[in-house]
């Protein structure tokens, strides 16, 4: 049987009231703790995505980068042109098998953590994206419960958003909000190397 207009305007309707009764119990504004993980591309790509909004609305953004560092990338290069806006800490010196040097890695995630500390605090930012600090947690190169009661403690406005594969069970337990990205099909496995604008 096909369906009239009349009977899509009534189920439409139906499903409009429905979603309007829904949404009216949603009253808590808060900054959330937005967790990127998995093992699928798109974790960090992800955050980039919410920085854009934040830039689009005028709003201030944070950027700390906990392994990438010594590559130019185009978050970066585009994050650098909102000096009034983005204040972006590049503190990586590379994954772990490039660096090779667990001391100098840790020494790199304690830098990170300081900047991270003093931007968790600052009453102007809107937003602070932690990159890869997922992966420093994953092999211990800060204290996981530091990390827990920093977040814990950090302004009760601001949003947070915490990238990189193996999350800790405990910041997927404490955060608001969490994806995990899928691998389902990547072209490296097709010996295709990263691409400009798609990787970096």
Not at 135 to 147: G, H, K, N, T
Not at 173 to 187: G, R, S, W
Request: with cysteine; hydrophobic share 40%; net charge neutral.
């Amino acid at each position: 049987m096909t369906e009239t207009d009349a009977d899509h305007a009534a189920k439409k309707a139906r499903i409009k009231a429905a979603k309007d009764k829904l949404y009216a119990t949603k009253t808590i504004e808060k900054g959330l703790l937005i967790v990127h993980t998995g093992t699928g591309k798109g974790k960090s790509t992800a955050a980039w995505g919410l920085a854009m909004r934040c830039l689009g609305h005028g709003l201030k953004l944070g950027v700390v980068q906990f392994v990438k560092g010594r590559r130019e990338t185009g978050e970066r290069q585009l994050l650098e042109r909102f000096p009034e806006l983005v204040t972006i800490k590049v503190m990586g010196e590379g994954f772990t098998w490039e660096t090779q040097d667990k001391e100098r890695d840790i020494a790199a995630a304690e830098a990170a953590w300081a900047e991270t500390e003093t931007l968790l605090q600052d009453p102007e930012l809107h937003m602070l994206i932690l990159d890869e600090l997922n992966i420093v947690l994953r092999y211990d190169y800060l204290p996981l419960e530091r990390v827990l009661d920093a977040l814990r403690h950090k302004r009760p406005d601001l949003h947070v958003v915490v990238t990189g594969r193996n999350a800790k069970p405990e910041l997927i337990e404490a955060a608001d909000l969490v994806t995990e990205m899928t691998l389902v099909k990547h072209p490296f496995r097709q010996g295709v190397k990263g691409q400009l604008g798609v990787e970096w």
